[in-house]
């Protein structure tokens, strides 16, 4: 029989945007079993990434540091083998922990063990997209042999991720079970959704960013949505696994994705930008601590997730983790939390970013290689916008005069951020130049709001 401590299910998408959930305003009804998931648990209604990338999201889930920390700044750095991962902290806490899926943190296919982040039992693949397909999914065991799985990819891994529950039923666990799903078909550059499902999302209502700026919406969004809905039934699948086995009232389950997907619309693909379709996700948790239908208003990054599930496994969190749990939230201690989410941007751009309720504030480095350069000595401002009017951010008010005090406000919250996330020496931000729209100068009472 279990300990009396309570197992630790990650279930985790790749690209899927906050908006796919008919908890923010869907209507395709893509996502019942994680708006009942949230519904009943805790919905962190305002869930955003720090990195919106493959990799370095990876490695900040993993470890609770920033990409800059790790040094999985872009895709195709290795984890160092002597990070310290969630898996190490449960494997000491007396838990098995189990590794399914997508990896994305060695840079090495079969990944050999010394670069699998701790995780007891293996069977993964380091960048799933260029393994397997839709309906030839090839991952590697324990020993580095390639298994074959039946199925479309989602069911896949989800069958096997229920036997990996079965198995292990009598044990405490930690199981991480990372999904391709939403993101694209890379050598195809298309998203194919199981048969049959694409077809269902034809014409479908899109988000105000996607029918206002195309990209590559039209060609792309019903396999999307095929997909998301696949994905949902999955989770469904899962949390009837932890029913029938007796599992459900002492299994905490976090479901959240690396980033979102603007669709070609914001640079030249789909993530690896300040914009909220990149960042922001969806994210709910159930289980022990966090049942009640609690609805989380305050901002949460993806580097807060890893020392939450420590905290709710009764697990020390290690200080060096760099963000915060939220269980005192969730218990209503008095605490200090941040009004604002940092973001780190490469890749695309050399780029930092604050976001608070109300405002998104952007700055990038032109002049330093995005795949080379971690950070910069010196940005210049390149994005403002106010998401009380413009929550789909199609008006960058970056330079204008009404706007100033707002820019420097967030400037500050910037400044600050990059620095508590150990970018020092404290860098310039070169100001955008002043542009007059003639609109009413912002207060100060709304700039820090």
């Known amino acids: 029989m279990q300990q009396n401590r309570p197992n630790v299910i990650v279930f985790f998408t790749d690209q899927q945007r906050w908006d796919t959930s008919g908890l923010h305003g869907n209507p395709l009804r893509l996502m019942p079993n994680f708006d009942r998931m949230a519904t009943k648990g805790t919905h962190l209604t305002h869930s955003f990434t720090c990195q919106p990338v493959c990799g370095p999201a990876r490695s900040c889930l993993q470890t609770g540091q920033y990409a800059t920390t790790t040094g999985c700044f872009v895709n195709g750095i290795p984890l160092q083998e002597n990070s310290r991962t969630l898996a190490h902290y449960f494997n000491d806490a007396g838990y098995h922990t189990g590794y399914i899926g997508k990896w994305h943190l060695a840079k090495q296919e079969p990944v050999p063990a010394e670069k699998r982040g701790g995780y007891q039992e293996w069977l993964a693949a380091d960048v799933l997209e260029f393994c397997s397909d839709a309906y030839q999914t090839t991952l590697f065991d324990n020993d580095g042999n390639a298994v074959k799985l039946p199925g479309y990819r989602v069911d896949a891994l989800t069958d096997a991720a229920i036997r990996y529950i079965d198995r292990q039923k009598d044990n405490p666990f930690f199981l991480f079970v990372s999904y391709l799903e939403p993101h694209h078909q890379n050598h195809r550059d298309d998203y194919p959704a199981p048969d049959g499902y694409a077809e269902r999302y034809t014409s479908p209502w899109l988000p105000p960013d996607l029918a206002a700026l195309g990209g590559s919406t039209h060609q792309h969004i019903s396999g999307y949505y095929g997909m998301v809905k696949r994905l949902d039934e999955a989770l469904g699948r ?176 910037l400044l600050s951020r990059m620095v508590e996330a150990g970018e020092t020496p404290l860098p310039t931000i070169v100001p955008a130049d002043s542009v007059n729209f003639g609109q009413r100068t912002v207060s100060t009472e709304e700039a820090r709001s």
């Open 238 to 413: 899962m949390l009837d696994a932890l029913k029938s086995l007796n599992l459900d009232d002492n299994t905490i389950v976090l479901f959240t994705s690396d980033h979102g997907n603007h669709f070609k619309t914001r640079n030249g693909e789909y993530k690896r930008s300040v914009h909220d379709a990149s960042i922001r996700v969806p994210s709910a948790i159930t289980g022990p601590g966090f049942m009640g239908g609690r609805q989380l208003q305050e901002l949460i990054s993806l580097i807060d997730l890893p020392p939450t599930l420590l905290d709710a496994a009764a697990i020390p969190v290690p200080e060096h983790m760099q963000g915060q749990s939220i269980m005192p939230l969730l218990q209503g201690k008095d605490m200090i939390w941040p009004e604002e989410v940092f973001v780190q941007i490469s890749e695309s751009e050399v780029a930092r970013a604050v976001r608070t309720k109300r405002w998104k504030y952007g700055v990038n480095a032109p002049d330093k290689n995005a795949f080379h350069d971690a950070g910069s000595d010196q940005y210049v401002e390149a994005y403002l916008y106010d998401l009380q009017a413009d929550p789909y951010e199609l008006n960058n008010l970056i330079g204008s005069a009404a706007h100033r005090e707002v820019a420097d406000i967030m400037r500050a919250r």
